[in-house]
């Protein structure tokens, strides 16, 4: 009865191959995230998704790509690797876009590019 | 956009004592939340201030805003082994004609020694 899952929590793998990581909220909540956290702990907002729609996108290389099939999931798809991709990667979920509402975290995917 | 910065970056306190962790903000805010991450773990949310509230409880936890100051902080009563943590300051910033998002401070890591 997990509120925010993530798969895999750890991925290692080589520069220039494509990867894929899957959240899944069982909150009921209609806004999900993606947070890169970096090697010193700083937590950046990538992508936000509302209803499936996105509403945040940041300044993130298009190698990245998320995509929502329904507001229950939001999946992360990187393109053609880079070291400086090694981080944490967070899936949070909300009630609703507003900074009133308090995030709900997934454990994390700890992403290694060698 | 603005950015919550916690102080200390480290905090080493014995069980027992209280810890204080101070966040500045730049901008005017909405409500600021602070958050507890345990080492290789997601966010966890700990409290969430209104910008006209001075000061809130929860349990140990005392946040105060003083939103003149552009200031926060937290204080954990009576500390335990088990409140070891990094502590994450969010804003929310939102500008118009864009979307509501949290910004997070880059963290004050708390250890609580036995």
């Known amino acids: 009865d997990t509120a925010v899952s993530q798969t895999p929590k750890y991925l290692v793998t080589q520069m220039g191959n494509d990867k894929s990581i899957k959240c899944e909220q069982n909150?009921?909540?209609?806004?999900m995230y993606w947070y890169k956290q970096d090697s010193k702990k700083f937590l950046k907002i990538m992508f936000s998704y509302n209803n499936k729609e996105l509403i945040i996108n940041e300044t993130v290389p298009n190698r990245f790509s998320p995509k929502s099939p329904d507001k229950a999931h939001l999946n992360l798809h990187i393109n053609s690797l880079e070291l400086g991709d090694s981080a944490v990667y967070f899936c949070?979920?909300?009630?609703?876009?507003?900074?009133?509402?308090?995030?709900?975290f997934g454990p994390g995917t700890r992403l290694t590019v060698t | 956009s603005q950015q919550g910065e916690e102080d200390p970056q480290a905090l080493s306190i014995q069980e027992g004592e209280n810890a204080t962790m101070n966040c500045s903000y730049k901008t005017s805010i909405n409500n600021l939340q602070w958050y507890r991450q345990n080492s290789g773990r997601g966010l966890v949310h700990l409290i969430l201030?209104?910008?006209?509230?001075r000061e809130k409880h929860s349990g140990r936890l005392r946040v105060t805003l003083d939103t003149s100051k552009k200031s926060s902080s937290l204080l954990i009563t009576a500390s335990r082994a088990a409140d070891t943590a990094s502590y994450f300051c969010a804003t929310d910033d939102w500008e118009e004609g864009s979307n509501y998002k949290l910004t997070f401070g880059k963290g004050t890591l708390l250890t609580v020694n036995p």
């Open positions: 909150l009921g909540h209609d806004t």
């Open positions: 949070a979920s909300s009630q609703g876009p507003t900074g009133f509402d308090e995030q709900y």
């Open positions: 201030i209104r910008s006209n509230e």
